[in-house]
Structure formats: structure tokens, C-alpha cells
């Protein structure tokens, strides 16, 4: 699902608390339309959201990028400025 469509999907989620009837189901429908759109159904949506979320490894530190001149690491304080 593109960023924008979650975007909006996920606006439309929100109403799906409103007070009004119509409002919430004009919501739910707007909601699996965009969902079919998107070759997903509201158990796929689930599904996915409650997949881990991967986290990155931190870099090991003869991985990180140095400066020419220095041999500093490229964030570190005053690096490349000497």
C-alpha cells in the first residue's frame, strides 16, 4: 500500500468513532474500497499490522564511514575540519 493510502485509510479509521451513522458508514465503506483497491482485505490489514517491525543493526565501527583527511569518523565532532 502506497504512503498515501495508508494516509488515508487511516483518516477514514478514525471515523469510524463518529457519533453520526452515516458518517461512520460512509467511513467503513470508503475504507474497504480503498483496501480492495489495494488487493487487501481488513484481515490482511490486521495481519500486517501486527507483524514485528524490523529494526536495522547498528553499524559496527570499522563500518563507518571516515573522513579522508582525518581518518575521523564523519559524525563525529570537528571531523574534516582540521
Given at each position: 500500500?502506497?504512503?498515501?493510502?495508508?494516509?488515508?485509510?487511516?483518516?477514514?479509521?478514525?471515523?469510524?468513532?463518529?457519533?453520526?451513522?452515516?458518517?461512520?458508514?460512509?467511513?467503513?465503506?470508503?475504507?474497504?474500497?480503498?483496501?480492495?483497491?489495494?488487493?487487501?482485505?481488513?484481515?490482511?490489514?490486521?495481519?500486517?499490522?501486527?507483524?514485528?517491525?524490523?529494526?536495522?543493526?547498528?553499524?559496527?565501527?570499522?563500518?563507518?564511514?571516515?573522513?579522508?583527511e582525518?581518518?575521523?569518523?564523519?559524525?563525529?565532532?570537528?571531523?574534516?575540519?582540521?
Amino acid at each position: 500500500m502506497e504512503k498515501e493510502d495508508a494516509r488515508r485509510l487511516a483518516k477514514l479509521c478514525g471515523l469510524l468513532g463518529s457519533d453520526h451513522d452515516g458518517e461512520r458508514a460512509s467511513a467503513a465503506l470508503m475504507a474497504t474500497k480503498l483496501l480492495k483497491m489495494n488487493d487487501m482485505t481488513w484481515s490482511d490489514l490486521v495481519h500486517r499490522a501486527m507483524l514485528p517491525v524490523p529494526v536495522a543493526p547498528e553499524p559496527h565501527w570499522s563500518t563507518v564511514p571516515k573522513t579522508e583527511e582525518t581518518g575521523a569518523p564523519l559524525f563525529a565532532r570537528g571531523a574534516g575540519t582540521g
